[in-house]
């Protein structure tokens, strides 16, 4: 039933200005992260659902179609800070950037769930997640640009055939937890 819906949305609303309704937002981290329970236990995570949220982004995004003059009282400069802001904390709430961090932190200093694992394998998977950015940022900017829906797609066959033969299982479960558990912290 959500998939029809969602269908119906995505058919009619782009009609009347309403953006596409995805199960991926950009903006989804920072909502699990604003919702997460967090438990006693380490690694104890559980996430309230609420679209409350998301529909309440889409209306507000959606306001000035109604009246644009509102938007004109607004700095532009808010907005813009605004924007960073959210860039920002997209970015830096992720395991790919904790990661990208620890090129320059000395193995003492690493998280406990690395401890077990050398750092040239957390290296070796945080390249490995950079180059399928950089191949994603480089299909999106050349003139296949639509085409990077093909390239995200492929990048789950790589993890499910390609990594498990460079990674050890006990290396991914530990790699691949990074969001989770960057959020429960």
């Known amino acids: 039933a959500p998939f029809v819906f969602m269908a119906a ?36 995570l559980q996430v309230a659902e609420s679209r409350v949220a998301p529909l309440l982004m889409y209306v507000l995004v959606g306001l000035p179609l109604l009246a644009p003059t509102l938007l004109a009282h607004i700095p532009e400069a808010a907005i813009d800070g605004i924007l960073a802001y959210v860039g920002y904390e997209g970015i830096v709430s992720t ?7 620890l090129f320059i932190t000395p193995k003492e200093n690493y998280p406990p769930r690395y401890a077990a694992m050398e750092s040239g394998r ?16 480089v299909v999106n900017l050349s003139p296949y640009g639509l085409c990077v829906a093909f390239v995200i797609v492929a990048l789950v066959p790589l993890r499910e055939l390609v990594l498990p033969h460079l990674f050890s299982a006990a290396e991914l479960e530990s790699l691949d937890t990074d969001a989770v558990i960057a959020a429960a912290e």
């Not at 957390?122 to 940022?137: D, E, G, R």
């Open 122 to 137: 957390v290296h070796l998977y945080t390249l490995v997640q950079l180059s399928m950015l950089a191949l994603c940022w």
């Open 9 to 44: 949305f995505n058919g009619i609303g782009p009609m009347f200005g309403c953006p596409f309704v995805t199960g991926s937002l950009p903006h989804s981290p920072q909502f699990v992260r604003a919702l997460a329970l967090k438990g006693q236990a380490q690694g104890e």
């Open 95 to 101: 395991g790919l950037w904790s990661r990208v961090v």
